[in-house]
């Protein structure tokens, strides 16, 4: 199974500079659960912020997040695979670097998005069609 | 062929109209052809032609009485799939200004592809999951997973368009549109409940 068929079309990006608070009214507004960082400069990587990022380096040190910048605790670099990568591939990925979900890149841009949720709704669907 | 054989066979043939109604809708807007539109339009009517004769097979004594209103509300059901995919295409229609439906087409597109993904699986599953209530379980669960999708899907759209400047009639049918293509979604579970009802009274 190839990753193009499983991942989620729905990526956000958000500026580095924008606040975590920005950050978390995207998250919640677009019912989504990361937001992609975009590169600060052309030498700069993509990075992305998560709902465990804001939990763990954000809202549970008492930190304000409307003073936060997205960039101070964002994930880079991006971890990311080819549209055509096996969801094993994927997998394999998710395991090394203890993370639920790996962005999909045709050529350098960014066109969608797999977490651990979607390989299982894939897996499932597969055994019913 | 049985009384209730004929039933179950019209019943897939209903589901199966919803998987082709549905793949129409996604051709129809997506390469705004309307010829695509009038097909949903006649398969929806096809539709109803076969609601009419389970609700008469129902009424010449297909099934033991107490199943009767189970299995006549899934023809119902299956049958409002077809009618909101045909909604679907006159709300379309009647929009004038399609350049505020562009830009959240590659959402729309999303949605479109998991209403045909739903209607695949309750049409290639549909006898198994009469027979096998573990299948039914299975593809209840994945129907599940997909509905949560959609219905996120289209809040997000309507958080895009919540900025939007449009007149107020097209704002009605843009509004109606996205609610009828999530609806879509919502009756495709709740022919899987309803199966899963009709399955355990079996």
Same mark, same amino acid.
């Given at each position: 199974m190839e990753v193009a068929e499983v991942m989620n079309r729905r990526v956000e990006y958000i500026d580095p500079e924008a606040s975590v608070l920005e950050a978390i009214e995207k998250i919640v507004n677009r019912r989504i659960r990361s937001v992609v960082v975009k590169p600060r400069d052309e030498r700069d990587t993509y990075g992305v912020i998560t709902v465990r990022d804001i939990v763990y380096k954000c809202l549970s040190k008492n930190l304000d997040p409307r003073k936060i910048k997205v960039e101070e605790i964002c994930s880079k670099p991006l971890i990311n695979v080819d549209k055509n990568a096996s969801v094993e591939h994927v997998l394999s990925l998710m395991e090394k670097f203890n993370i639920a979900?790996?962005?999909v890149k045709e050529g350098e841009k960014i066109v969608g998005v797999v977490s651990l949720m979607d390989i299982m709704a894939a897996y499932l669907t597969r055994r019913l069609l | 062929m049985r009384a209730e054989e004929r039933v179950v066979d019209y019943l897939q043939r209903m589901v199966k109209l919803t998987f082709s109604a549905c793949d129409n809708l996604r051709k129809g807007i997506l390469e705004d052809d309307y010829n695509y539109l009038e097909e949903v339009s006649r398969i929806e009517r096809e539709?109803?032609?076969?609601?009419?004769? @389970?609700?008469? /097979?129902?009424?010449?004594?297909?099934?033991l009485p107490y199943l009767r209103p189970s299995i006549f509300s899934l023809a119902e059901k299956i049958d409002e799939i077809l009618n909101t995919a045909h909604h679907i295409t006159q709300t379309y229609q009647h929009i004038k200004d399609k350049k505020i439906i562009e830009e959240v087409k590659d959402e729309v597109e999303i949605i479109l592809d998991l209403n045909?993904?739903?209607?695949s699986i309750l049409s290639k599953n549909f006898t198994d999951f009469l027979r096998n209530p573990d299948r039914l379980k299975e593809g209840s669960i994945v129907i599940r997973m @997909?509905?949560? /999708?959609?219905d996120n899907v289209k809040h997000s759209i309507l958080y895009r368009l919540r900025n939007s400047k449009v007149d107020f009639w097209d704002g009605l049918f843009i509004y109606n549109f996205i609610e009828s293509l999530e609806k879509i979604s919502d009756l495709v579970e709740e022919v899987s409940d309803t199966l899963q009802m009709t399955v355990l009274s079996l």
């Open positions: 979900r790996v962005f | 539709g109803d032609e076969l609601r009419r004769l @389970i609700g008469s /097979e129902i009424f010449e004594g297909a099934f045909i993904r739903l209607c @997909i509905e949560k /999708e959609v």
